[in-house]
């Protein structure tokens, strides 16, 4: 089977910046399995916690029905032993592969191994691990977190004039999606001298718990001039206690391409998102399984693309039939 190394490939993408290393159209790929997809196939989610997930879980369901798959998904709640047994009570249940969204990189090795011991193939979607895995379908999370830093310091002055504090608002424990957001967003952040990242603690890309963190934050640390959450819906939760406690002027930016965040763009109430469709993750991630248990060519890992949405070319992305902004 043709497959590719992560070093060779991360080496591809930082020469072809942006762009995706192998991006497929899901929908193209789609005709090529109906009908002959007689497979039962897991998917463990992290969480259910916020419309980026829930839209995962969706999107599955139906394309499985679509494709004709035994499909069963089970949400973990944020807990990695309930994860891990999850994942062993599939294995138990007959499944052929397993799609998984793990909560962190490490903790659910236990049951990729007990995976490997039943030759059931793993495709991580979303966020990776840190090994046992057969592919991994994602988006290049430290380049979105990159870019939404480079258009913030832009839209703050450049990185001679920019100044203030940024206040960041992080994601789950551990998590690979997490770290990679944070490390590309800090690193354009690094490039102006006069900017200050204050981290909050860890909100788990929800929307309540940011704005706990959030109200925290305001109270310690004046001088505030932009939000960087590591999804659209913690920004946003950030966003509802800034215009609750009438702080104004500050720029309001995060990951995923929310609709609701683009909309809000469109209305001048937020700044900057990256796009993360998790339609076509999940997609793109059931093509790579059934690719896998059908012995066909298969990337080990799938790049399924980004791009920053402000102001200045909103007008493309919004619909709000969509829960989140389609890859143009």
Do not use: W
């Amino acid at each position: 089977m043709k497959r590719k190394g992560f070093l060779a490939i991360l080496t591809a993408m930082a020469m072809i910046g942006s762009m995706g290393v192998c991006v497929y159209a899901a929908d193209d790929v789609m005709a090529d399995y109906t009908g002959k997809a007689d497979y039962k196939i897991g998917f463990s989610q992290c969480t259910l916690a916020s419309p980026f997930y829930v839209t995962m879980k969706e999107v599955a369901e139906d394309y499985a029905k679509q494709l004709g798959v035994d499909f069963v998904c089970v949400s973990a709640d944020d807990d990695v032993t309930k994860q891990n047994n999850d994942i062993n009570d599939m294995i138990s249940s007959g499944i052929n592969a397993l799609i998984l969204n793990p909560i962190n990189a490490e903790g659910v090795a236990p049951a990729i191994e007990a995976c490997q011991k039943a030759d059931i193939p793993v495709i991580t979607v979303d966020r990776n691990v840190n090994d046992g895995n057969t592919a991994y379908v994602g988006r290049d999370n430290e380049e979105m977190g990159r870019l939404v830093g480079e258009a913030l310091v832009e839209e703050l002055g450049g990185k001679d004039k920019a100044e203030g504090k940024i206040l960041e608002i992080q994601g789950t424990a551990g998590d690979t999606v997490m770290m990679a957001r944070r490390d590309g967003f800090e690193s354009a952040i690094a490039e102006a001298p006069g900017l200050e990242v204050i981290q909050s603690a860890y909100c788990d890309y929800t929307r309540s718990k940011a704005v706990t963190a959030t109200q925290d934050l305001l109270q310690n640390n004046d001088g505030i001039v932009a939000v960087y959450g590591h999804n659209d819906d913690m920004s946003l939760g950030a966003a509802q206690v800034l215009q609750e406690k009438g702080v104004e002027g500050v720029k309001v930016t995060g990951v995923d391409g929310l609709m609701e965040a683009v909309i809000a763009i469109k209305d001048g109430k937020y700044s900057i998102t990256t796009m993360n469709d998790p339609g076509s993750l999940l997609k793109v991630a059931m093509n790579t399984t059934l690719k896998v248990l059908n012995g066909e060519d298969y990337e080990e890992f799938v790049d399924a693309g980004t791009g920053v949405i402000d102001s200045s070319n909103v007008d493309d992305y919004v619909d709000d039939s969509l829960a989140f902004a389609a890859m143009k």
